[in-house]
């Protein structure tokens, strides 16, 4: 059966330091590789994605994403957190060649000051 | 454009009550999909489907039925509600595979 395992339910780091959070992913013939974050009360964005090509994605916010065939693993890392990067960050895969989206359990980043 | 709209946004039942939540979306995605959040679970999947007329079971499917007679909607249905199905209910939409999927603002439900 397809599944996401994140294995850090909740990360405390301080400000300007560096952060990992770990994604492992069940391997499928197709699947494509997502993190979300949900910020308090709110609903689930859209922070990256893997499709193919290029091990390494980026997003906007400085965020970034190594895909690792060989270990399944999709880990998220920042050089320098900021405080407003506090949220929860669910790590998901589609599968199926498309439309089942299977998410991690999800690991709180708490950045303190 | 709206995105995805989730009707009612809270809601409260008693067990054995039956109800809809309403899930529309105005960007004609093919895609959409209904998931359940509880604390330390993540999210996970109840029903998709990939287009009007098809749906499938995702992670948790008992005690919920769908349908998709159009693109835009796709309704979740609560047969017989239980303290168990008390969530955050959130649906969401794609307009293909790999394209990343838009969310509601969801419903927090409450079964007594």
């Known amino acids: 059966a397809q599944s996401v395992t994140q294995l850090d339910s909740q990360v405390p780091v301080f400000e300007e330091a560096p952060v990992e959070l770990r994604c492992n992913y069940s391997?499928?013939?197709?699947?494509?590789l997502f993190w979300y974050v949900q910020y308090p009360n709110q609903g689930l964005q859209l922070l990256l994605k893997?499709?193919?090509?290029?091990?390494l994605v980026e997003s906007i916010n400085g965020f970034e994403a190594e895909f690792n065939k060989s270990q399944t693993s999709f880990h998220l890392r920042k050089p320098s957190v900021h405080i407003s990067d506090t949220a929860e960050y669910f790590c998901?895969?589609?599968?199926?060649?498309?439309?089942?989206?299977?998410f991690g359990q999800g690991t709180e980043l708490s950045v303190k000051p | 454009n709206a995105g995805v709209t989730q009707t009612p946004k809270f809601q409260v039942l008693k067990t054995g009550q039956s109800m809809t939540l309403q899930c529309a979306q105005d960007?004609?995605?093919?895609?959409m999909s209904w998931y359940r959040q509880d604390p330390g679970m993540g999210l996970r999947l109840i029903h998709y489907?990939?287009?009007?007329?098809?749906?499938d079971q995702g992670e948790v499917p008992n005690g919920y039925n769908v349908s998709r007679s159009t693109t835009e909607d796709f309704p979740l249905r609560l047969l017989s509600a239980a303290p168990s199905q008390t969530s955050v209910y959130f649906c969401?939409?794609?307009?293909?595979?790999?394209?990343?999927?838009?969310f509601g603002s969801g419903t927090r439900l409450t079964v007594v």
């Open positions: 969401a939409s794609s307009p293909g595979a790999g394209r990343g999927y838009t």
């Open positions: 391997s499928s013939v197709s699947v494509y």
């Open positions: 893997y499709l193919s090509g290029s091990t």
């Open positions: 998901a895969g589609e599968y199926n060649q498309g439309g089942k989206l299977i």
């Open positions: 960007m004609n995605h093919e895609y």
């Open positions: 489907s990939v287009g009007a007329g098809i749906t």
